[in-house]
């Protein structure tokens, strides 16, 4: 498939649903030290050539902002206590106009975890870390990540039309999907 970056937005982060996780797994938050884990989880999924490449830019984006990540960054642990998913309750400036809205950002689920009904939960617990700080959210991601956007969609997220790329990129997730999602 055709790799095409794209942005969503969720105009509010009212009503958002509650998904339970699977037996012998549990959600965490970030400590100080975890950013190791996270370059790990964050190569498993190919998002970096290595998690050398991931810490670097996991410091060069989140290093001078440390402490948020105890009260923004999630973990998913399996039963035996190693961290298998993550994502981040983050923030960000969508347009460039200095207006602040919350970020899904850095989501990933190591691929042998894949499937095993993770990715709803760790969505949810990080929209309610998101609604505690912001009215709305946004995320980018990429017609290669069509689950997720499923998935986002199905959450209220919607396209964030940006550029002529965008709509090539919706295009296809409505033909991969199977549903109308440009009206």
């Not at 989501?107 to 939960?121: H, I, R």
């Not at 990540?145 to 499923?150: H, L």
């Not at 039309?161 to 409505?174: D, G, I, Q, R, V």
Request: aromatic content about 10%; some cysteine.
């Amino acid at each position: 498939m055709k790799r095409i970056p794209l942005k969503m937005v969720k105009k509010d982060l009212l009503n958002i649903p509650e998904y339970t996780l699977p037996t012998g797994f549990q959600i965490r938050l970030f400590e100080k030290g975890d950013d190791h884990i996270l370059a790990r989880i964050e190569s498993s999924v190919d998002e970096f050539k290595n998690e050398i490449a991931a810490l670097e830019h996991f410091t060069k984006e989140f290093g001078s902002h440390i402490d948020e990540m105890s009260n923004r960054c999630l973990f998913i642990e399996n039963e035996h206590g190693e961290a298998i998913a993550t994502t981040t309750a983050w923030y960000g400036d969508l347009n460039g106009d200095g207006e602040i809205s919350g970020r899904i950002h850095w989501v990933s689920v190591v691929p042998k975890y894949q499937g095993k009904k993770l990715s709803k939960p760790l969505l949810s617990a990080a929209l309610n870390i998101l609604a505690r700080h912001h009215s709305k959210a946004y995320l980018t991601s990429q017609t290669t990540s069509y689950q997720a956007i499923n998935m986002y969609l199905n959450y209220g997220f919607e396209p964030y039309l940006t550029a002529p790329s965008c709509y090539e990129a919706w295009s296809l997730m409505e033909n991969t999907l199977n549903r109308r999602i440009l009206l």
